[in-house]
């Protein structure tokens, strides 16, 4: 069965994607290698699940026996709107309902459209999940480059997009080139921003990293790198901040990425009262949900 790019990118578009783009399933050889030299330095520091299932990140095939296609959305969640200075930091990303909810859903309605245009279709759909690499999908399907901060970089986007897979057996009339450009040129200010040289171009060292840190972390988060994190306590904005393509963005329609205004005006006294139904209350099928309210009380400065 070969599907029309055009007439799936449309449908993506329809259901609320911001950007499409597809690739052809092949094999993700450089990627893993660079993947696999990363987690031998140590650098995916406790993310043991990183160092496994390398032949499935390599090969869809590996998740979708007989994939021909790889369908790649990016959403939106810039929100310009930020937290008064002086209180716990939440990750502009983790500011509304949880977004693998989101966008997991919008992909199930988009393989249940494509099923509709191509009867026996397989598929599955992925969210930031384990076994999928979704940045290096995303610059196949030629939907931007990885900044040196390691995220993707769509012009007129900037970074702060959820990518999601859809891994089809379909396959299409046309596929997109890959994004070979970079256009972060002698720029390194996301380097220079990060407030614990976690970063370094084009590579982040998970062990230093904030969002690794407050967010991943289960065990003791080192003193040294809590008194570096600005009063972050979820996640870190910092080398998306300083991009100078993250400038002038417009914002994410999405209803459910809204945060409550209760949520985002909490003080760290807020923060350290805080009872488990209130968190459950506030906080319930958002990103923090997951870490929990003891972590987030041990990321409190
Ligand atoms: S998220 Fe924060 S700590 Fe991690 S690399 Fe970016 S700026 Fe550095
Ligand atoms: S801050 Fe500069 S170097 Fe870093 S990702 Fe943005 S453009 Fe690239």
Redesign the pocket.
Known sequence: MILSADAVKGIARAIGFDAVGIAPAALLSDEVNHLRAWVAAGKHAGMGYMARNMEVRENPERLVPGAHSVVVTLTNYYNSSRQAEGIPQIAMYARGKDYHLVIKERLHALLQQLRELAPGMEGRCFVDSAPVLEHAWARRAGLGWQ???T?L?RKGLG?YCFIGVAVITAEMDAYDAPFTAS???T?????EACPTGALS?GEVDARKCLSYQTIENKGDYPEELKRLAGGRIFGCDA?QE?????KELAEHSVADFRPSPEAMNLTAADWQAMTPARFKALFRDTPLERTGLERLKRNLG
């Not at 720029?187 to 380097?191: D, E, F, K, L, S």
């Not at 300083?242 to 993250?246: K, Y």
């Open positions: 900044g040196k901060h995220l970089i970074s256009y972060c040129g720029c390194a200010r996301c380097v171009p080398c300083a991009c100078p393509w993250n």
